[in-house]
T-cell receptor
Framework: NAGVTQTPKFRILKIGQSMTLQCTQD?????MYWYRQDPGMGLKLIYY???????DKGEVPNGYNVSRSTTEDFPLRLELAAPSQTSVYFC????????????FGSGTQLSVL | EDQVTQSPEALRLQEGESSSLNCSYT??????LFWYRQDPGKGPEFLFT???AGEEKEKERLKATLTKKESFLHITAPKPEDSATYLC??????????FGKGTRLSVIA
């Protein structure tokens, strides 16, 4: 059982480039989330989705976009990458509610230079 | 706005030296408090959920407790493999989980 799978694991971008971080889950979870983790700063919510076709902003959404066309996939798009977006990005999912335990992927380490 | 503060930021213990990690929170009606363990280079892994003051949960050398203002993660006779960052998160029913900054635990043999 794969759980939550994130690709790529590492990426280096130049300022102004764009990219998509991929996230897929095989647990038939309705809820999916994107968090970023900066050193010593904990996890901050970027976007989340309560089901296919429904997304909402979290605490730090600026510079990012998401879509949820299927239950399984929740890609995160970075447009015009900036050094402030250098971080580790985690995708997570939960079965039926915002207050349930989260299952996390292994993360994508992104550097913007 | 929900807020979570964890202390200490880092803790270094000798193997077998018991201690506690603290998670204090400010929420408008707590509906769940979560503890996660995160190993370097990996995503957080779920440990416990506590729902009401007075509740306790245990797993091996770990015990989590909850009061109306804070939660403690007690580590009894820790081993080097308990070294990790421990994250606390709260759910108040308004938004997804809000996380604290974590406590980085090192257990020295």
């Amino acid at each position: 059982n794969a759980g939550v799978t994130q690709t790529p694991k590492f990426r280096i971008l130049k300022i102004g480039q764009s990219m998509t971080l991929q996230c897929t889950q095989d647990m038939n979870h309705n809820y999916m989330y994107w968090y970023r983790q900066d050193p010593g700063m904990g996890l901050k919510l970027i976007y989340y989705s309560v089901g296919a076709g429904i997304t909402d902003k979290g605490e730090v959404p600026n510079g990012y976009n998401v879509s949820r066309s299927t239950t399984e996939d929740f890609p995160l798009r970075l447009e015009l990458a900036a050094p402030s977006q250098t971080s580790v990005y985690f995708c997570a999912s939960s079965y039926q509610g915002l207050g349930e335990k989260l299952f996390f992927g292994s993360g994508t380490q992104l550097s913007v230079l | 706005e929900d807020q979570v503060t964890q202390s200490p930021e880092a803790l270094r213990l000798q193997e077998g030296e018991s201690s506690s990690l603290n998670c204090s929170y400010t929420v408008s009606g707590l509906r769940g408090l979560f503890w996660y363990r995160q190993d370097p280079g990996k995503g957080p892994e779920f440990l416990f959920t506590l729902y009401s003051a007075g509740e306790e949960k245990e797993k091996e050398r770990l015990k989590a407790t909850l009061t109306k203002k804070e939660s403690f993660l007690h580590i009894t006779a820790p081993k080097p493999e308990d070294s990790a960052t421990y994250l606390c998160a709260v759910y108040s029913g308004n938004t997804p989980l809000v996380f604290g900054k974590g406590t980085r635990l090192s257990v020295i043999a």
